[in-house]
């Protein structure tokens, strides 16, 4: 195995667990928005602000396509919308990449995007109400590209440390 991949929305702990799942298995992990930025020298936010999502999003892919380039074995944690453009969704069907979906019902996502909205351009101005609908609708839009992942595991109710070792039992 060459690349594992965590994909899944915006506060599911696709950054977090990457990170700790490294730890564990000693796989280097890489964030792919930390990639962005790096590349851009701009944070997400800026790069949202100043150039617009249809830049961001190309970038995304540039950087994505090179991450799957390298022959290193890696973790690494998209972006919640990664999967969802420009056919990116096809590059987890590669034959060294093993893909997890970290699923998510509404109230988790709500509750921690609610005090973690600023560094994410999509719902950073969201009053309360509106990022709750919003994120509803968004999920059940996405839902079709994450459920192209080779494997789903749930992270409602769970420590990090538990939904390490749920993926470590789903890699066994
Ligand atoms: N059990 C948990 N698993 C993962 N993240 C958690 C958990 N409990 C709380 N969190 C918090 O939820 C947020 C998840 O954000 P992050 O890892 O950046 O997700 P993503 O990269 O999917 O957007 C972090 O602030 C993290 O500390
Ligand atoms: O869902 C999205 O479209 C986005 C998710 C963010 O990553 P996280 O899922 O790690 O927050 C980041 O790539 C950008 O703000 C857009
Ligand atoms: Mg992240």
């Given at each position: 195995m060459k690349k594992i991949i965590l994909l899944g929305y915006m506060g599911c702990g696709k950054s977090t667990i990457a990170q700790n799942l490294?730890?564990?298995?000693?796989?280097?992990?890489l964030d792919l928005d930390k990639c962005i930025e790096k590349r851009a020298?701009?944070?997400?936010?800026?790069?949202?602000?100043?150039?617009?999502?249809?830049?961001?999003?190309?970038?995304?892919?540039?950087?994505?396509?090179?991450?799957?380039?390298?022959?290193?074995?890696?973790?690494?944690?998209?972006?919640g919308g990664t999967p969802c453009y420009a056919n990116n969704h096809?590059?987890?069907?590669?034959?060294?990449?093993?893909?997890?979906?970290l699923k998510a019902s509404i109230d988790t996502l709500?509750?921690?995007?609610?005090?973690?909205?600023?560094?994410?351009?999509?719902?950073?101005?969201?009053?309360?109400?509106?990022?709750?609908?919003?994120?509803?609708k968004h999920l059940f839009d996405r839902s079709f590209y994450y459920n192209h992942a080779q494997y789903k595991v749930s992270v409602d109710d769970k420590t990090v440390e538990e939904t390490v070792q749920d993926i470590l039992e789903v890699l066994a």
């Open positions: 490294s730890k564990t298995t000693k796989i280097p992990f020298e701009l944070s997400i936010s800026e790069i949202f602000e100043q150039h617009g999502e249809v830049y961001f999003r190309k970038l995304e892919h540039e950087v994505f396509v090179e991450l799957l380039q390298s022959s290193e074995n890696s973790i690494i944690g998209l972006g096809e590059l987890l069907k590669r034959d060294d990449v093993v893909s997890i979906y709500y509750n921690r995007l609610v005090h973690n909205k600023s560094k994410r351009p999509l719902i950073a101005n969201m009053d309360e109400e509106e990022m709750r609908a919003f994120i509803a």
